[in-house]
């Protein structure tokens, strides 16, 4: 079981998967992230929580390579991965959703989420033109993956579906079956809850951490829903105006005067 693999022996110390070290970035004099750090570890959900403006969606771009930190590094599995340009992401094992689903609208389900898993081939396009026989096991392995996964999500029925067509909670399935499809060990879940309903986001819980178990990936949650994420989190990052305002197990953090005060306000205030 996977919580038989997380405990430890005790005064064990553990390398992370991935290691966020003293993180900055400054957009034109204005400080969006004031050296953050964080340890990530395999078979965690890790939940990144903060107000408006804290600064997780800042954090997020940049595990995803789509922003450069000013100063600081991002180590995964021990190796920077700063010189790694956005897409070539995927290659060493992170995945992510985006908070507005980031689908191609007018291709089906099946070829979103095949999408999802060439991202991870190494073909090129002399063999694919002359369909060479690794070309044509690559693809039989892909289709198997695709489908597997499809029916892991429940979204057979509609895998031939034009995704422009499909109610938002569903396009999240997509959105998610096609980062799952690129093999990630760290997944990257941005909002996911948005746009659901209460019922929507109980199943959305249980989804997240049966991936986890079934999977074998780590999990990085950036969400407002706070149910969501102290529900399902084993441990939880707040951040507040660029800085990392707390952090422990989720009872940890909901108990903190930082964290309550950041998101209720005092009398002083």
Same mark, same amino acid.
């Given at each position: 079981?996977?919580?038989?693999?997380?405990?430890?022996?005790?005064?064990?110390?553990?390398?992370?998967?991935?290691?966020?070290?003293?993180?900055?970035?400054?957009?034109?004099?204005?400080? =969006?992230?004031?050296?953050?750090?964080?340890?990530? %570890?395999?078979?965690?959900?890790?939940?990144? &929580?903060?107000? *408006?403006?804290?600064?997780? !969606?800042?954090?997020?771009?940049?595990?995803? @390579?789509?922003?450069?930190?000013?100063?600081? /590094?991002?180590?995964? $599995?021990?190796?920077?991965?700063?010189?790694?340009?956005? #897409?070539?992401?995927?290659?060493?094992? &992170?995945?992510?959703?985006?908070?507005?689903?980031?689908?191609?609208?007018?291709?089906?389900?099946?070829? *979103?989420?095949?999408?999802?898993? %060439?991202?991870? !081939? !190494?073909?090129?396009?002399?063999?694919?033109?002359?369909?060479?026989?690794?070309?044509? @096991?690559?693809? =039989?392995?892909?289709?198997?993956?695709?489908?597997?996964?499809?029916?892991?999500?429940?979204? $057979?029925?509609?895998?031939?579906?034009?995704?422009?067509?499909?109610?938002?909670?569903?396009?999240?399935?997509?959105?998610?079956?096609?980062?799952?499809?690129?093999?990630?060990?760290?997944?990257?879940?941005? $909002?996911?809850?948005?746009?659901?309903?209460?019922?929507?986001?109980?199943?959305?819980?249980?989804?997240?951490?049966?991936?986890? /178990?079934?999977?074998?990936? !780590?999990?990085?949650?950036? $969400?407002? #829903?706070?149910?969501?994420?102290?529900?399902? =989190?084993? %441990?939880?990052?707040?951040?507040?105006?660029?800085?990392?305002?707390?952090?422990?197990?989720?009872?940890?953090?909901?108990?903190?005067?930082?964290?309550?005060?950041?998101?209720?306000?005092?009398?002083?205030?």
């Amino acid at each position: 079981m996977m919580q038989a693999q997380l405990a430890q022996a005790p005064g064990a110390s553990v390398a992370p998967l991935l290691a966020v070290r003293d993180v900055s970035v400054v957009f034109g004099g204005i400080v =969006a992230l004031n050296g953050v750090s964080f340890d990530m %570890h395999r078979g965690r959900i890790l939940g990144l &929580i903060g107000p *408006n403006g804290a600064g997780k !969606t800042t954090l997020f771009n940049c595990l995803s @390579r789509l922003y450069q930190p000013s100063t600081g /590094d991002i180590l995964m $599995e021990g190796e920077s991965i700063l010189s790694r340009p956005a #897409h070539k992401i995927a290659e060493i094992g &992170i995945g992510r959703t985006f908070q507005n689903v980031a689908l191609f609208p007018n291709l089906s389900v099946l070829d *979103n989420v095949r999408i999802g898993a %060439h991202s991870r !081939t !190494t073909s090129d396009m002399i063999s694919d033109s002359l369909k060479l026989n690794k070309v044509r @096991r690559t693809e =039989a392995a892909i289709n198997e993956r695709v489908h597997e996964i499809l029916g892991y999500l429940h979204l $057979e029925s509609v895998a031939h579906t034009v995704v422009a067509g499909l109610p938002f909670g569903t396009q999240k399935r997509v959105e998610l079956a096609r980062a799952l499809a690129a093999q990630p060990k760290i997944l990257l879940l941005d $909002e996911p809850a948005g746009g659901l309903n209460h019922e929507e986001v109980h199943v959305l819980g249980d989804l997240i951490r049966r991936i986890r /178990d079934d999977r074998d990936v !780590t999990v990085l949650l950036v $969400e407002h #829903h706070m149910g969501l994420v102290m529900s399902i =989190a084993d %441990h939880v990052v707040a951040l507040n105006f660029g800085k990392k305002l707390a952090e422990g197990t989720p009872a940890q953090v909901q108990a903190d005067p930082d964290v309550i005060k950041a998101y209720l306000g005092s009398k002083d205030q």
